[in-house]
């Protein structure tokens, strides 16, 4: 096996990952709607990965490849037709290979895929045997000959990248191309610059000098053509060649660095820390203006203004370097959906919207829970089997929608189904059942009220349980996980029509809007996407009942009152003439501190150890004069009187 | 030759360790300096409503949230005065963590072999916490043993006694 430098590890695993999803996505395209094109393209996918793992000197994954690529191009030839038999055999392909380039990224042990090889062998030799055919394509004929191609893309090329998938095309029309550098991927992803070498096996010598004339009569184009010599490997070339190209292309060419999340996360403090002097400076500065009104104070207004624009702007910057396209999650949806849908005898088809969407790496784990379990609800709770949904005149295939989008600082994530929808009926039975509702309190309850006990924890539908979805954890462990990251969950559901869930979630997780409260004589923060209302108890209608308890009527709303200090069990530090209404779980609660300072921006720094098991608090953030103000979490508080 | 002489320096540090030498009470201890990566004066500790008892609070180190053990109340020897105290920032497993000292008395360089094991004269729960003891100016000083001084055990320890 050829010795792979680290870079050029990395540089292999990131174009076979792009690849394995290309086919894995373009697969289960295939089962739905299969077109030529598709299928060409598939087989490029195929072929590219072969080519990529054979000049790795990965002889197996290339034969696996190799093998997927027959079979494609059976179907492509028109001798083989599209079966779910056949697309499971090429997702488990898809598997193997995944599971290879991990394993060669983590330097462990290499899974042997000679039995999958020779399944699929066996496969296509049971079909070559039934229509009986010599002609193979991907095959050594004695007048083959291998041609490097550098192909130099002239500056004056408006578009680069078109030009260099235009030559990409043009040869692989001429023949097979067995190494090419940038790769399609990047190509297409526009990141070609001014060089595109390729190796490409061709029949013979006329159709070179053809795809030489047709390369070339694009005038932005300089083609150097060095045909191979005989007997030459072309695992030699294309190592000789990558060699020339590293030394060759300059640091610069690299378009992306690969930094660990901690360096970023460090590099985000750092930042943090610089929020927090600019505002003592501009304090500073201000100090200075009133006790000295000439030019001096003028001169450092300006500066301060200029500095602080750029910390925000490097703030802005940095967060955005944390954020990924949703498309990290939703890539392993439609394969999901297959799988469920297929294990319950249902017909689903999926949409996928807004994937170029970002949101903060931080929060991408806990998005993906929720997002497979209300897509495993879908599937399982919603969408009705072929039969019922032809009888109740509906598509036989059901519908879910993914869509992602960015409002106002957050990110909307909506799951849509056209399914049987919920039945407010059967929640308001099971919640009577459950002692959660009394019949009156039921009869009484709206059909979007009663729909919200779902997320009562505990609480699931579905007369039997299914393997799919379980029992146990439902609805309210998505709403948890919501919580967890700041986020809320909205669900609609019409009876017959279907069921839409709105997750509405944070950009990002280490800089939050908070509200700043006194108590105990000191300030601490709530995050502001709990607080709802900030008012003046004085004015405020307040009911003591009997024990003690205090209820606060808000336009007719009783909602109960806490003391914020007693909930954290600190002595308060003066009178507590200011309610902030909170959103704890599901309920409104009002909490009564002893003043609010104002509404900032702060940045989440962790306890440390060994406090970072706490419950009450998410963290703690620095103000603008150095002090420290503890960050209450409201859903991990503990109410009690 | 110079390479034999580093190999003996290199042999020589192996048997020597520097520790630091602090006072609790009157009472001399030590951690391995290692596990010290300074000492800082420290007047606004943010005290943190439901913490172990031993937790004194929170202090801003340069930017970084800290959280500072009153080692008194740690050790069973005490209780810090709040207003204003001297911190010992370790360095335990990439974390840090401030112990509270009322005085740094130096920085020794020991034998390792002049630090013993310590008797059954301290209770258990005491004893786990104390890597060894040696004898420094004709005194004894307990050298602690900086990664079980906080472990998850004392944590659980501390817990409980507060439930």
Do not use: W
Not at chain 1, 9 to 27: C, K, Q, Y
Not at chain 1, 179 to 204: C, H
Not at chain 1, 566 to 574: D, T
Not at chain 1, 599 to 622: C, M, W
Request: charged share 25%; hydrophobic share 40%; glycine share 8%.
């Amino acid at each position: 096996m050829v010795e792979l430098s680290q870079d050029e590890l990395e540089l292999f695993v990131t174009e076979a990952e792009e690849n394995i999803a290309n086919l894995e996505n373009g697969l289960l395209k295939l089962e739905r709607e299969g077109d030529a094109a598709l299928v060409a393209e598939l087989f490029r996918y195929a072929h590219t990965l072969k080519g990529s793992a054979g000049a790795a000197g990965l002889v197996e994954m290339s034969q696996l490849a190799h093998a997927m690529e027959n079979l494609l191009d059976e179907v492509r030839n028109g001798k083989r037709n599209v079966t779910s038999e056949l697309v499971d055999t090429l997702l488990e392909c898809v598997d193997v290979l995944r599971a290879m380039v991990l394993a060669l990224r983590d330097g462990e042990k290499q899974p042997d895929p000679s039995l999958l090889v020779r399944k699929l062998s066996a496969f296509s030799e049971e079909q070559r045997n039934q229509s009986d055919t010599s002609d193979q394509k991907v095959s050594m004929s004695s007048g083959e000959i291998c041609a490097t191609l550098n192909i130099f893309i002239k500056p004056e090329c408006q578009m680069p990248s078109a030009r260099a998938f235009q030559a990409y095309l043009i040869m692989s029309r001429y023949g097979e191309i067995t190494f090419l550098d940038p790769p399609v991927s990047e190509i297409q992803a526009g990141r070609a610059k001014y060089r595109l070498v390729a190796q490409v096996k061709l029949p013979d010598d006329n159709s070179l000098s053809e795809m030489e004339q047709e390369l070339t009569r694009f005038g932005d184009l300089v083609v150097e053509v060095q045909r191979q010599k005989d007997g030459q490997k072309i695992s030699e070339i294309v190592t000789a060649q990558r060699e020339v190209e590293t030394s060759a292309a300059p640091q610069a060419e690299l378009q992306s660095v690969r930094v660990s999340i901690e360096q970023m996360d460090a590099l985000l403090n750092l930042v943090g820390e610089l929020v927090i002097e600019r505002a003592r400076l501009e304090r500073g500065v201000r100090k200075v203006a009133e006790l000295n009104g000439n030019g001096i104070a003028e001169e450092l207004q300006g500066v301060t203004e200029r500095v602080s624009r750029i910390v925000s702007q490097l703030q802005e910057a940095l967060t955005r370097t944390r954020m990924v396209p949703l498309n990290v999650v939703f890539a392993r949806f439609p394969r999901l959906v297959r799988e469920l849908a297929r294990s319950m005898n249902k017909r689903v088809q999926l949409k996928i919207e807004g994937e170029d969407t970002e949101i903060d790496r931080a929060l991408v784990e806990k998005l993906n829970e929720c997002l497979v379990h209300l897509i495993r609800n879908a599937i399982d709770h919603g969408i009705e089997p072929p039969d019922e949904r032809t009888a109740a005149g509906k598509p036989p295939e059901g519908l879910i929608e993914i869509s992602a989008s960015q409002s106002e600082g957050s990110v909307i994530v909506v799951v849509r189904d056209d399914g049987r929808g919920i039945d407010p009926n059967k929640i308001r039975r099971k919640a009577m059942e459950r002692g959660l509702l009394t019949e009156e309190q039921a009869s009484s309850l709206n059909d979007d009220d009663a729909i919200q006990f779902i997320f009562r924890s505990g609480f699931s539908t579905k007369e039997e349980v299914s393997e799919v979805s379980g029992r146990g954890v439902g609805m309210d462990a998505v709403k948890a996980a919501m919580e967890q990251i700041g986020g809320t969950i909205d669900l609609h559901s019409q009876i017959g029509a279907g069921t839409t869930v709105t997750l509405r979630l944070p950009l990002t997780l280490a800089i939050i809007p908070a509200l700043l409260v006194r108590v105990g004589g000191r300030l601490f923060a709530l995050p502001m996407h709990s607080v709802t209302e900030v008012l003046d108890l004085q004015r405020s209608d307040i009911q003591e009942i009997g024990t003690g308890e205090k209820v606060l009527v808000l336009r007719g709303n009783p909602l109960p009152l806490f003391s914020l200090a007693k909930l954290l069990g600190i002595p308060n530090g003066g009178t507590e003439g200011t309610g902030v209404i909170v959103r704890q779980q599901e309920k409104l609660i009002a909490m009564s501190v002893e003043g609010v300072k104002g509404k900032d921006e702060i940045v989440i720094k962790p306890l440390g150890y060994p406090l970072h098991n706490l419950r009450s608090f998410i963290g703690a953030t620095i103000l603008g004069d150095g002090s420290i103000a503890l960050i209450v979490d409201l859903n991990g508080l503990t109410i009690r009187r | 030759m110079p390479q034999v002489i580093e190999e003996k320096q290199e042999q020589k540090e192996k048997q020597e360790r520097n520790i630091v030498v602090f006072r609790l009470n009157g009472t001399p201890f030590a951690l391995d300096i290692q596990n010290v990566q300074e000492i800082v004066q420290q007047s606004d500790i943010v005290s943190v409503p439901g913490a172990p008892p031993f937790i004194l609070g929170i202090v801003n180190l340069r930017g970084r949230i800290m959280a500072v053990v009153d080692t008194k109340r740690l050790l069973g020897i005490g209780e810090t005065s709040t207003d204003k105290v001297l911190v010992m920032v370790a360095q335990i497993d990439e974390r840090l963590v401030g112990f509270t000292v009322d005085e740094v008395e130096q920085v020794a360089r020991i034998a390792s072999d002049a630090v013993e094991p310590v008797s059954n004269l301290i209770s258990s729960e005491e004893t786990r916490k104390i890597e060894g003891v040696l004898r420094l100016g004709g005194k004894l000083v307990l050298l602690l043993d900086a990664n079980r001084l906080l472990d998850e055990e004392t944590l659980e320890a501390a817990m409980s006694q507060q439930h």
